[in-house]
């Protein structure tokens, strides 16, 4: 069956510093991955995708995310975060439907 | 242009009521979804919709029904309002082979 984990439901980081969110996915083929962001009181915004090719992708807002595949994990990335960056932050897989993680909390301090 | 557009944006209503969101699309994408979100933030899918026909159901209230005049637009009506059902409801499309998911901005919907 297929499914997303998101081991870190909340992660607070200082402006400026490194982020790496962790996701692992659980699916039969080759999967379509997604990292989404939410701003509060907003819907989802697709941050980048991963469909074949280069395992490292690059995203919206200067993210990018990696696929290994022998780890069944696609890990957010970001080298400087900014305050703007809190939000909630979703895993997903795509095959027959989407399949969303729990979401990671990130909060930002100065 | 806003791609995927759901109103109203936030509804307050009494238990036992009858009441609809609706969504529309202008991306001319094939499939539509309604999602969930808890007070967790956890999303959950509650039905799909592909062009026109529900192809996707998931384990939900007969007291949600989804309607699709047409491929462009998927309503939710929920009868008999419960406390339970206060959420953020997302409406979303998806371009062919479910290569990107647009979302609406949500409908949080309180009851009281």
């Known amino acids: 069956a297929q499914s997303v984990t998101q081991p870190d439901i909340h992660i607070t980081v200082s402006e400026g510093a490194s982020l790496e969110l962790r996701c692992n996915y659980s699916?039969?083929?080759?999967?379509?991955l997604f990292w989404y962001v939410q701003s509060p009181g907003q819907g989802l915004q697709l941050l980048l995708k991963?469909?074949?090719?280069?395992?490292l992708v690059q995203g919206i807002k200067g993210f990018e995310a990696e696929f290994k595949r022998s780890q069944s994990s696609f890990n957010l990335r970001k080298p400087s975060v900014h305050w703007s960056d809190a939000a909630e932050y979703f895993c997903?897989?795509?095959?027959?439907?989407?399949?969303f993680g729990t979401g990671t909390s990130l909060t930002v301090i100065p | 242009d806003t791609a995927v557009s759901q109103t109203p944006k936030y509804l307050v209503t009494q238990m036992g009521n009858d009441k609809s969101i609706k969504c529309e699309q202008n991306?001319?994408?094939?499939?539509m979804y309604w999602y969930k979100q808890d007070s967790k933030k956890f999303l959950k899918i509650m039905f799909s919709?592909?062009?026109?026909?529900?192809?996707i159901n998931e384990t939900v209230p007969n007291r949600f029904s989804p309607k699709s005049p047409d491929k462009a637009h998927l309503n939710l009506h929920i009868n008999s309002l419960e406390l339970g059902d206060s959420a953020v409801y997302f409406c979303?499309?998806?371009?062919?082979?479910?290569?990107?998911?647009?979302f609406g901005s949500g409908t949080q919907l309180s009851v009281l």
């Open positions: 979303a499309s998806s371009s062919r082979g479910n290569e990107k998911l647009f």
């Open positions: 699916y039969g083929a080759t999967p379509y």
């Open positions: 991963y469909f074949s090719g280069d395992t």
């Open positions: 997903a897989v795509s095959g027959n439907q989407f399949y």
């Open positions: 991306l001319g994408h094939d499939t």
């Open positions: 919709y592909n062009n026109k026909e529900l192809i």
